[in-house]
């Protein structure tokens, strides 16, 4: 290992990765853990080798901004796109209605479930992954009103293989030389993107059908076209720059970037409400002042729900869903004096950052209440970045924050909930990349008396 004021103008040397993994399974530890405890030992800022690979690894908001190392052209195109066309501000507000309608069937559907118990992972993914390719191809795959037609069964049967694929850890991630052990793995990893490929592609079809058979007149109508026509449209300008690769690709990267990371949120916001009753009177006692009984929580009255918005800043800073952020420097970078090689991989801890207790007071603590002390002027400081930041930060900010804000705020307004026998939800973190539950809140929801009247005009 070196630290950072020792690489100067050095290569990175090599460093024992056994111990690393070593401690991933022998431990049991998650990833982002097994880092900080390397990080608490040798040092904030690491290069590392991982086999032939540099790897630069960040756990102090003072390096942070690191992050703003140059990055490969590959990506480029989508992230203008994403920026320019698909998320702005203007746009994910015209579809402002899909999130209302999916929230609304969610809602509908507890309240026929009433005393079932419900899995809080799969009721958000589903809800989320309704809500994403409404957006994107103007279908939904789960819940009311959905044929079990071979298109849906291909999409969920599509969402359990990338779950499935996706959770599992490749050792030769870790140690190239032991690729020959993970060969099965990156066949069906293969296959698997071929059958996306094949299925978004027909997506891109059905719409460019509909296209030239609708009058121009209802497709020129913004708040009519659904994402893949936004980008149909911008092909018949532009051929050779959006091409049906570029569209399935853009598909792809809001679909497995949006999806996971957003539902994961609500299910740690939940459960840290749920084994939090304190707060969860203070959420609902916001949203009786704020919204009341007579009619439900809409999204323009996100803004008012501060203390709302404090818990879901909270959550993310607890449990970041990305809790490392990698980059890789397409060119040699020098930055603040330091030489980082051109192909090095930038992995930023950032649950090491925000739970530090260098930085945050009490941080293992869940205290919605430190942001209002604190203000919105905490990101400056790096320490606190869920969405990542600068020109690689999260495009799909926007569109989370009011996703997951007014799903939080509905289930408030218009529920109580038990936990299974009263028992606190078990916070255990799984193993792998990204930082979900380890075991799925369950609970029983059941409509608040006073919401009835509300709840019976959906
Ligand atoms: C709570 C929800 C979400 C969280 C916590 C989150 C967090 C992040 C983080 C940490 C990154 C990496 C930033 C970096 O590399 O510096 C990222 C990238 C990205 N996110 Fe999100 N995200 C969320 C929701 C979404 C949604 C809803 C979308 C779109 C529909 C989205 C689209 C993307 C894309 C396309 C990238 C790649 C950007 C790039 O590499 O330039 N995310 N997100």
């Not at 800073?317 to 004096?337: D, F, K």
């Not at 930038?346 to 942001?371: E, S």
């Amino acid at each position: 290992y070196r630290f950072l004021d020792k690489i100067k103008n050095h290569p990175p040397s090599p460093f024992p990765v056994l111990p690393i993994i070593g401690h991933f399974y022998l431990f049991k530890k998650p990833l982002h853990r097994t880092l900080s405890k390397l990080s608490d030992r040798f040092g904030p800022v690491l290069l590392l080798r991982f086999g032939s690979r540099p790897v630069l690894l960040i756990s102090s908001p003072s390096a942070a901004d690191l992050v703003w190392a140059p990055y490969g052209d590959h990506w480029r195109n989508l992230r203008r796109i994403s920026t320019l066309e698909i998320l702005t501000s203007s746009r994910v507000q015209m579809m402002s209605h899909i999130r209302t309608d999916e929230i609304r069937s969610l809602m509908r559907r507890l309240v026929r479930s009433r005393n079932q118990t419900v899995e809080l992972k799969s009721l958000f993914f589903e809800l989320v992954l309704n809500v994403m390719m409404r957006m994107i191809a103007g279908k939904r795959y789960y819940g009311e009103n959905v044929e079990p037609v071979e298109d849906t069964k291909r999409f969920q049967e599509m969402v359990r293989d990338t779950l499935r694929l996706g959770g599992t850890t490749n050792i030769s991630d870790f140690l190239p030389v032991l690729r020959f052990v993970s060969r099965g793995y990156e066949k069906s990893l293969i296959e698997l993107q071929e059958k996306r490929d094949r299925f978004m592609q027909r997506l891109i079809e059905e719409n460019r059908e509909r296209a030239s058979s609708e009058s121009s007149t209802s497709l020129s109508e913004e708040n009519n076209k659904n994402m893949i026509q936004v980008l149909l449209f911008l092909q018949e300008n532009e051929p050779d720059y959006y091409t049906d690769e570029i569209i399935r690709g853009m598909m792809l990267a809001l679909f497995s970037a949006g999806t996971d990371t957003s539902s994961g949120l609500m299910e740690w916001a939940m459960s840290l409400m749920l084994n939090h009753p304190e707060v969860l009177k203070k959420a609902q006692d916001e949203l009786e002042y704020c919204v009341g009984h007579d009619c439900l929580v809409d999204e323009s009255d996100l803004p008012k729900l501060s203390y709302l918005h404090c818990i879901i800043k909270e959550t993310m800073r607890m449990y970041p869903v990305g809790a490392l952020i990698p980059h890789q420097s397409s060119e040699e970078y020098t930055v603040s004096g330091f030489r980082i090689p051109r192909d090095t991989m930038l992995l930023v801890n950032l649950w090491a950052i925000q739970n530090d207790p260098k930085v945050w007071d009490g941080p293992a603590k869940f205290k919605p209440k430190r942001f209002k002390e604190l203000g919105d002027g905490m990101r400056d400081g790096f320490k606190l970045m869920p969405f990542g930041v600068g020109r690689r930060g999260c495009p799909g900010e926007n569109l989370a924050m009011r996703m997951v804000g007014l799903t939080m705020a509905s289930l408030i307004q218009c529920f109580e909930r038990e936990t299974i026998l009263n028992e606190k939800i078990d916070m255990t973190e799984q193993l792998g990349l990204s930082l979900s539950k380890a075991f799925p809140s369950k609970l029983q929801y059941q409509p608040c008396p006073t919401m009835l009247n509300a709840l019976s005009q959906i």
